[in-house]
Nanobody, 121 residues
Framework: QVQLVESGGGLVQAGGSLRLSCAASGRTFPGAAMGWFRQAPGKEREFVAVIGWSTGRTIYADSVKGRFTISRDNTKNTVTLQMTSLTPEDTAVYFC??????????????WGQGTQVTVSS
């Protein structure tokens, strides 16, 4: 009952910034969380950040802490990921997700199709 669509991916140089957005349609549930995972070629999908839909509490992966900021707009049913100081290691397909909570994919029920982020040296 939730549809997620990501946007904002692209190509940037190392040290640059990029903002991803995820639009959600359908109804959420109490305690729902929305977040971001990413997956590089040949790698497992890894956690990036999550935010509680009603509480606003956040968790960040250590690899992005201090560089990425997740936020949400409850009135517009959107979640954003502001990425700064990007490095080539951030290159991946970024997936928006919605579910209950957590830092593993098991905690989430809905996924967007992903948006490509490429960071050049």
């Amino acid at each position: 009952q939730v549809q997620l669509v990501e946007s904002g991916g692209g190509l940037v140089q190392a040290g640059g910034s990029l903002r991803l957005s995820c639009a959600a349609s359908g109804r959420t549930f109490p305690g729902a969380a929305m977040g971001w995972f990413r997956q590089a070629p040949g790698k497992e999908r890894e956690f990036v950040a999550v935010i509680g839909w009603s509480t606003g509490r956040t968790i960040y992966a250590d690899s992005v802490k201090g560089r990425f900021t997740i936020s949400r707009d409850n009135t517009k049913n959107t979640v954003t990921l502001q990425m700064t100081s990007l490095t080539p290691e951030d290159t991946a397909v970024y997936f928006c997700t919605a579910g209950r909570w957590g830092v593993t994919t098991a905690g989430y029920d809905y996924w967007g199709q992903g948006t490509q982020v490429t960071v050049s040296s």
